[in-house]
């Protein structure tokens, strides 16, 4: 699985664990092995530009997600073609945004920044909470992923 990360938020983010959650998220959930994503890390006007842009949002948000491909049930284990790699797309994410949050939701920065990798890569797998029943999945599953990742010991980040 290829996943690159660029920080360009100005913030020091511990961007090994960033890596760690979205690999395990992406094997926990049986993404294709040649899959590649993208992760990058913007300050807070950026995050406005970009929320304005696609999303018609006021502000910086916590995370967007720009998927690539339409994945489906194929694309996991048994696929029809298993060397053909799947372009997942890009995950934005605000560190200065997730460290305001983490400060109100009594977390630490790093917890709220596996959240949002976590929310992101389910974004890109085509999960969504738009609706009620969708957003009871999403952070279903949202939830079983980071226990599961904070269970095992975080393996793969450092620190």
């Not at 799947?86 to 009594?106: E, N, R, S």
């Not at 596996?114 to 939830?143: I, N, S």
Request: one cysteine or more; proline letters at 6%; hydrophobic letters at 40%.
């Amino acid at each position: 699985m290829s996943i690159e990360i660029s920080n360009e938020s100005g913030i020091d983010v511990e961007t090994d664990g960033v890596l760690a959650v979205a690999r395990h998220t992406l094997d926990e959930m049986g993404v294709n092995p040649l899959a590649e994503l993208s992760v990058l890390l913007v300050d807070a006007a950026y995050m406005a530009e970009l929320n304005h842009r696609w999303m018609g949002g006021k502000g910086p948000t916590d995370v967007l997600a720009f998927p690539m491909d339409e994945l489906n049930a194929d694309r996991g284990p048994g696929a029809a073609d298993p060397n053909e790699p799947a372009l997942l797309g890009d995950i934005v994410l605000c560190p200065d945004v997730a460290g305001k949050q983490a400060a109100t939701a009594g977390h630490s920065a790093s917890d709220e920044m596996e959240l949002l990798t976590v929310h992101g890569v389910l974004h890109l797998l085509g999960y969504d909470h738009a609706e009620p029943d969708e957003e009871r999945e999403m952070f279903a599953l949202q939830k079983r992923l980071l226990s599961a990742w904070r269970g095992a010991g975080r393996p793969g980040a450092s620190g």
